[in-house]
């Protein structure tokens, strides 16, 4: 497809469990990002890719939030030991990464229930 | 430091008249301002972006917005609202060169019929 596709849509889990949500950009987006969506929080930033650069992981909440990009494009969002404040929507989004303040494309996103 | 805050969690209107969705930022530096919308069970579509130039822009749907930068404001209007508009809004802002926006909580707008 040409959009941002994001799997799975929905992932209930067990707390203490590791779980894996995945993002795979537009083509030839270089820019990717995570959020997390919140009731009533609005969207949080996680974590930012560009090309072969450093990612910027300042958003991420703890050290059991991890992120990797292959080969600049699909990415993988892990989140080990699940908790149940870990609940929310994950959006994925790209950009063409031409410069800022350009225009981000998001996916579905994936949501994500810890019992 | 980047913020933004959208001082109303909902706005209701009636079909045909005109609406605002308000959105004031905070950033140091040159700032990039942003719509977007998000309709149920969807992810978040552009609707429109200042950058530079003229104060009011226009975008996707009939929505227009207009830079303050007096008031640090960048509310979205549109002339006359649809019942298909009714949809959550966030407002985004992004320092000239940082590349992660930063986005509001939200404002949910249901237009009437």
Known sequence: GAGVSQSPSNKVTEKGKDVELRCDPISGHTALYWYRQSLGQGLEFLIYFQ???APDKSGLPSDRFSAERTGGSVSTLTI????QEDSAVYLCASSRGTGSGGELFFGEGSRLTVL | AQSVAQPEDQVNVA???PLTVKCTYSVSGNPYLFWYVQYP?????FLLKYITG???VKGSYGFEAEFNKSQTSFHLKKPSALVSDSALYFCAVERGGSYIPTFGRGTSLIVHP
Do not use: V
């Open chain 1, 51 to 53: 090309g072969n650069s």
């Open chain 1, 80 to 83: 080990q030991r699940t908790q």
């Open chain 2, 15 to 17: 079909e045909g008249n």
């Open chain 2, 41 to 45: 069970n969807r992810g978040l579509q």
């Open chain 2, 54 to 56: 003229d104060n009011l």
